[in-house]
């Protein structure tokens, strides 16, 4: 609560550094592996660093305690949640007055199923043949999220509980477009701490508070105000921002002059077919043309530094590889006839050309198998692409891993067919065990990376044919695999963790002391 809660005074010479994630959950993606270790490194050089969530998760406090007991968030790493910032102890008191909050409950519904899924078991509720109502417990028999459909099926609202079972915040839909309207943050589980307008992206849209309801700003903005309030005895901050998210926007409306800001782009910044000609994401626009408080742009690769270099000359680039961590010894059989995917299942990861891979390989060497590792909104449709392709058989989902390293170790290679990437981390973890990659050459990463024809191989993006054959020369050449194999395994010698670190400290101290800024 902010009204008790003030960061403690920090001035040891260094800046206080600010990183962001969208929430904390224990599967844990790339790009959140890559601030993650961002932040555990600049502590090690001397840094204070806290970690800004914007979101609460149903297990947050679960996810918490997971990623410090599993190494993946430093224990001295401090974490703030936004919704912890926004309440007010009087927005406490309120709320602890008031009646439990509870969703309207569509009284001639009657339940009809009951679908367990991983920890989660949800009751579904009918009218008729239409589903009005749905309850997801977790196995313990706490609420975790209530939905609620109208007459036509639509989704109108959904709860999202904690593992108490008290409410965290409530989401109206637009019942045309599916789409989310608005966001209501709740305090205790009893009160309405914070309304947002969810029809503007990432933070635009209006914002109100108990304290703030004649004055509405946008969300980012508010939080930016809080943030400040937080921090108010802390004279030098670095704010990163990472990702296409909500705190890009966060960083650009900070006022204090103590607070500088870095931006980290972490994917293509066009829009179809992803090529560097191609008209900027509508969501991108924003990041890319409005530099207030941005005081450094870092893109992943050369080629996208060089490419928003040439749209944007003014923009303060600056490049910053993804390093290669040190490799623990693996114990798993790497299987000659096995390949590997390992990334999340989305539009992104044009996985019908994968499948499409997958099918012309299998049809060549049909003694070959193939690991899907990963989650997403795209598992289900996947998972049918793969049966009405006929591989059920030889295509094996084996959901998502905590040990990529150890999926990629098990295989003999592994392929991407993305539509577009920043510098994904899986090419540097699969190289980094010895597994070579066939990958699209696309916008960006994989060029930037494999050597082609020397520790991976580079096709035409788009052209799955091309891959499947390539594909299918390493693993009948097992010799040349098995070359290729050992020279990918020394990518760490380019992409080294002391050059990574080395990198990010000079851009700190360049960003937090306004007279080097200047000469750079």
């Known amino acids: 609560m902010r009204d008790e809660i003030i960061a403690p005074k920090h001035d040891q010479g260094k ?6 994630q969208r929430r904390l959950t224990r599967a844990i993606a790339g ?53 912890d910032l926004l309440e007010t102890y009087q927005d406490r008191i309120n709320a602890l007055s008031a009646p439990p909050l509870t969703p309207d409950f ?8 009951v679908h367990k899924h991983g920890r989660l078991i949800a009751h579904r509720y009918y009218v008729g043949d239409v589903l009005r109502h749905s309850i997801s417990y977790f196995r313990s028999g706490t609420i975790r999220r209530q939905e609620t459909f109208g007459p036509s099926g639509g989704l109108l609202q959904a709860w999202v509980h904690d ?55 946008p969300y980012a903005t508010l939080v930016a105000r809080r943030i400040e309030e937080y921090f108010v005895h802390t004279p030098n901050i670095v704010a990163i921002a990472d990702g296409e998210n909500i705190s890009q926007n966060v960083i650009r409306a900070f006022s204090s002059p103590r607070i500088k800001g870095i931006s980290v782009l972490h994917n293509n910044h066009t829009q179809y077919p992803f090529t560097a000609d ?29 490419d928003l270099q040439e749209r944007f000359p003014e923009m303060p680039l600056v490049k910053v590889n993804h390093p290669v961590l040190p490799v623990p010894a693996q114990s798993v059989r790497r ?42 909104d795209q598992e289900q449709w996947l998972r049918a692409k793969i049966a009405d392709a006929g591989l059920s058989d030889v295509v094996h989902m084996r959901g998502f891993t905590e040990r990529p390293l150890e999926a990629f170790a098990s295989a003999a290679l592994t392929v991407m067919t993305s539509y577009y990437e920043g510098l994904p981390l899986t090419i540097l973890e699969a190289m980094s065990v010895g597994t070579p990659f066939v990958a699209y050459d696309l916008n960006y990463g994989p060029a930037e990376v494999i050597q082609d024809g020397v520790d991976g191989v580079l096709v035409e993006s788009g052209n799955a044919e091309a ?29 080294t963790l002391e050059a990574h670190r080395e990198t990010w400290r000079r851009l700190v101290e360049e960003v937090s002391n306004p007279a080097l800024l200047s000469t750079s």
């Open 15 to 20: 800046p206080c550094v600010l990183l962001f």
């Open 31 to 83: 790009g959140a592996r890559s601030v993650f270790d961002r932040g555990a490194f600049l502590h090690e050089l001397g840094y204070k660093v806290v970690f800004i969530i914007m979101d609460k998760s149903a297990d947050h406090g679960l996810a918490l305690a997971a990623l410090r007991k599993d190494g993946i968030l430093h224990p001295c790493n401090d974490v703030i949640f936004v919704q």
């Open 106 to 113: 569509p009284a001639e519904a009657e339940p009809r199923e």
């Open 163 to 217: 593992t108490t079972g008290a409410p965290l915040y409530i989401d109206d839909f637009c019942p045309q477009t599916g789409l989310p309207a608005k966001r209501r943050l709740i305090c205790a589980g009893r009160g309405v701490l914070c309304d947002v307008d969810m029809t503007a992206p990432l933070g635009l849209g209006l914002a109100t508070t108990s304290d703030d309801a004649s004055t509405p700003a």
């Open 278 to 306: 191609d008209p900027v994401k509508d969501i991108w626009v924003p990041f890319l043309t409005n530099l207030t408080n941005v005081h450094k742009v870092v893109a992943l690769t050369e080629r996208q530094q060089s």
């Open 335 to 376: 299987d000659p006839n096995t390949v590997v995917f390992v990334g999340r299942l989305s539009y992104q990861k044009r996985l019908d050309h994968l499948v499409d891979v997958f099918a012309k390989v299998s049809q060549a060497r049909p003694e070959t198998r193939f690991e899907v590792y990963g989650g997403g």
């Open 467 to 495: 891959a499947a054959d390539a594909v299918v020369a390493l693993l009948n050449d097992q010799g040349r695999l098995k070359r290729m194999s050992e020279a990918a395994s020394n990518v760490g010698q380019r992409y």
